[in-house]
Each structure stands twice: as C-alpha cells, then as structure tokens.
C-alpha cells in the first residue's frame, strides 16, 4: 500500500522513531497541521523535509525570529513600474509544506498570519483573496526549554493544530545506528514515493472511512468528561471531537482499515487533545500537562458497544 511505503520510506531518515512517523502521516492523511515541540537535534526539521519529499510536494521553510513580518509569511502587493500595474508577490506560505521553525519567537501578530492559511486554506491581502494548493500542510516547530524572547502560542493558534507531537531522543541502538548513517542521513533527500495528486486521493479515503455511533459516542463521553474534571478550566469542544474524528479516519486508513476502532480513539486522544486541554494550577501538578489528563481519562471512560 502507498501508506506503508510512505511509512517506510520517511524512517530511512528518521531512525527508530515508528510511532512519531506514523502520527504525523496521521494528520498529513486527515489534511491538518502539525505542532512538534521538543529540544534541538532530535528531528523535527528533517521529519518535515522527509514528509515532503515522500510525497513530491514543494517545501519551503521560514525561520522565525522577532523581526518576521505577517508579509513573510503571507506576501505583499507591490506596484511593477515596468508593467503599469499592482502584483501580488506570494510569501513563504504559498507551497504544499510549510516549516514553520521555533514558531514561538515571532510576535503575536506574525503568529496570527497564519490562521487563515491554516483554517480556510486561503490568504487575504489588501483584499486580494488566493486560495492555497492542495495539499497544504503547516508543520511547526518549537522549543519546550528556552523561554528567553518567545511568545508562548494562545489557544486559538494553538487550536488549529490537529497534533502536538514530541519526537524524544532516540534508544542507545538507534543512537548508533544515526552515527553509522552520518552521512545519508545529513546529505541525501528523501525520495518521492507518491504524487501531489495520489495523496490528494488518499486525503479523500481517509475522510470516507466508516466511523460507527458507538465510536462517536466515546468520543463525545470522552469530551464531555474533560469538561466536568476537577483540575482542567477548559475542556475539549466539539471542534477538539471532529478533530479527533478526522485523526481516527486517517489513522485507521494507514493501517489498511476502512472502519475506526474505539482502540485508534486511545491511540490518537493525546496527540490530538492533550494541548487544548487548559489546566489549573492543581491540574498542572497532579497530570503535568494535557496529555498526562487525558491518559488518565482513557483508563476511567469504558467504550459502550
């Protein structure tokens, strides 16, 4: 199946990391965005690169600092003197993956550039509306350490990421292995294994996979639950369900399915919930973050079938 030689084909270049591979296909496949918060070194640009290159789409990366103006991202009209007349100079935005680098050091207002890419897949201009090529795909960088010179994501950005992901360091093995691969894995690029259009295609399969009530009603029960638990101030809302609906789709596609399992709702509610959940300060210190409250649910809330 093109999924599996899409899986195998990105862990040439991203060593021992299965599970993060196929989340991020996950919300490739489901059409949304992904957030990757971790140190430096681990992966997370080269992910990127190997998501793109597996599937042939351009690729363009900006990297933000304080100084990135929304016209970066999104681009600017100017008056071409030779031509007599206003032009639109597209910015960094317009391509099928976008790598946004440690988005959390450009200001607020550059950060809110990218909603309107991110939500309608279009970009508005001086009232000069272009829409976006499909497949589009925001993929974020951030960093958990430092806090020096960042503006930490508000909920509505942080919202309209389908997934939050932590590549991690990888095993004593793999380590080894990433040191005899030196250098493949810093030269060479990953090779185009599906079309701009074959994925187009498999985007609509995922969205026709069958989902039946029982798994919608653990959804919501799901959902529901993050409203009403003590040490969490804003729960999930039902835009946080039909994500977590469009994951399960996906994810039951790139494992050759074409029906959802209450055990995919399991698998994807961290990565998919964990960081719209907002905690109190009590929240904090018992779960440590949202996706610590939301393994805690997974084991409390029983699938009714």
Known sequence: MKTQDLIHNIEEHIIGKREVVELALTALLAGG???????PGVGKTKLAAAMAGSCGGSFQRIQMTPDVMPSDVLGYTFWN???????????????????VDEINRCSPKTQSALLEAMEERQVSVEGHVTPLESPFMVIATQNPVETYGTYPLPEAQLDRFLMKLSVGYPSREDSVRILELEEKLENERAEEVITREELVELQAQAAGVRLSDAVREYIVSLAEHTRDLEGIRLGISPRGCLALQKAARAYALLNAR?????????????SVWGHRLILTPGGKSNWGDGRGAIAELLEKVEVIV
């Open 33 to 39: 965005h992904l957030l990757l918060e971790d140190v």
């Open 81 to 99: 003197q030779r031509e007599g007349r206003m032009e639109f100079h597209p910015g960094a935005v317009f391509c099928n993956f976008l790598l």
């Open 258 to 270: 074409d029906y959802v399992l209450p055990e995919d709702i399991k698998a994807l509610a961290p």
